[in-house]
């Protein structure tokens, strides 16, 4: 139901008193405020059914101005919370009212002054019940600065602050990773470090998140298993795709893989599992050569983008993987993975060179081991993927070297020479 800004300011109050963490982190949230701002005036609800902590249920923000706002805050909390709780409060509730009138810019500018009293009041307490509000701020300066950066950009200006934003959650960060009081606010570091790598990511800053990463893997950060799984599932699928654009896909499967074994639950973790997959696939192909089965492509609702990539590559079938790959070019692009998808092609020529192979032998079993490079260009030349030779002589120099052939090339001879034990190491999917 709806109430007054009197009675948010009340509850506030009694919340800060009694220490409730996760009441205070309730009422600081502004986020509804942005889903209800985007909503159509037919659809927006004021009141009725709504948690009564929320901020976008106070009936009354649009008829107070911003001095007035600050006033009752102050008169309110100041005496009893102290200058920090009132100052955030009515930097939230200002906010909120600029984003419910649709200027989400206004509402960052103003959410931003709240950062440093909110820092000084996470410092000054010593209780580990403060860690949920800062969690809730960390999102609120996120999310409300990716709204301002969309208004300005589409009004032709330069989008400014999501980047500000990450200066802001740095200092959230340094405050919870030195913490006074109890050394157990520290819990509040990995999901600043998960909004912060969700910043970099969007601004395409990823050297940022180095720093972070070795602060996590540091001897003297808390244990990871202390964290939240919530927490340290994001921070894997991060780190996990981190090391994919590093193009360091062993690390990326283990922590693709930590990621996905321990994100279990209902709708919201498919979604999730879904998005872990979107990068786990082309990895346990390239590191494990592994592909997935259809069923688990459909499940996941990943069957369009990856399907006929499987086939190509368990088929050997090179022509059919570059009409995927261009089909879902932009799609891959746009989830960071089509270097990934390039690297998949080694596999599909390997498939292919191992078919090649046994044609040859069972034309040619006296040189089994000798196969013909016009031949390989031959059957890409079949498959409708015209090469020269010097472009098949390349194309299997690189498989000798990742490990996926075992021989050498003849140029003078324009033979692939391979060995005669285990020419083609064994993988999964074959």
């Known amino acids: 139901m709806a109430f007054t800004y009197a009675t948010y300011l009340q509850r506030v109050k ?22 209800q701002a985007n909503q159509p005036a037919s659809k927006k609800k004021r009141g009725g059914g709504g948690l009564e902590t929320k901020l976008e249920h106070v009936s009354d923000l649009a008829q107070n101005t911003t001095q007035q706002l600050e006033s009752k805050a102050n008169k309110a909390l100041r005496s009893q919370c102290g200058d920090s709780a009132a100052e955030v409060a009515a930097s939230c509730a200002v906010c909120a009212r600029h984003l419910l009138a649709g200027d989400p810019v206004q509402a960052y500018d103003r959410l931003a002054l709240s950062v440093q009293p909110f820092v000084d009041l996470f410092r000054t307490e010593e209780q580990t ?3 949920p509000p800062l969690h809730a701020m960390a999102d609120n300066v996120r999310l409300v600065a990716c709204s301002a950066d969309d208004a300005i950009r589409s009004r032709g200006g330069e989008p400014d602050r999501l980047e500000n934003a990450g200066n802001h959650l740095m200092t959230f960060f340094s405050a919870a990773n030195r913490p006074q009081g109890d050394p157990d606010k520290r819990l509040a570091t990995l999901r600043v470090v998960n909004s912060l790598f969700r910043i970099y990511f969007a601004l395409n800053t990823l050297r940022n998140c180095k720093y972070l990463v070795r602060v996590v893997d540091a001897k003297k950060f808390l244990s990871f298993e202390s964290f939240a799984c919530a927490d340290r599932v994001t921070y894997k699928f991060f780190v996990g795709r981190l090391a994919v654009y590093e193009e ?3 690390c990326a499967d283990s922590y693709l893989t930590y990621a996905f074994d321990r994100c279990l639950g209902g709708r919201e973790h498919r979604k999730q599992r879904s998005m872990i997959l979107k990068y786990l696939v082309p990895v346990k192909i390239l590191t494990r050569n592994q592909l997935p089965s259809e069923a688990l492509l459909r499940k996941y609702a ?3 983008r990856y399907a006929e990539v499987c ?16 089909k879902n070019m932009e799609l891959f692009v746009a989830s960071g993975v089509f270097l990934l998808m390039e690297r998949l092609r080694q596999a599909v020529y390997r498939r292919l060179l191992k078919k090649v192979k046994l044609i040859h032998q069972a034309m040619r079993p006296e040189k089994a081991v000798q196969v013909p490079l016009r031949l390989y260009a031959a059957a890409l030349t079949w498959q409708g993927y015209e090469c020269t030779l010097d472009e098949v002589e390349c194309i299997c120099a690189n498989q000798i070297y990742r490990g996926h052939v075992k021989g050498y090339v003849s140029h003078k001879s324009g033979i692939l020479v391979l060995s005669k034990k285990e020419p083609f190491p064994p993988m999964s999917f074959e």
């Open 129 to 131: 019940w403060v860690v």
């Open 302 to 304: 990943l069957d369009q």
């Open 14 to 35: 009694q919340a800060f008193s009694r220490g409730d963490g996760a009441q205070v982190a309730a009422l600081l949230d502004v986020t509804g405020c942005l889903v």
């Open 248 to 250: 360091d896909f062993e």
């Open 311 to 326: 086939r190509a590559v368990r088929e050997g079938a090179v022509a059919q993987f570059e009409r995927a790959l261009a």
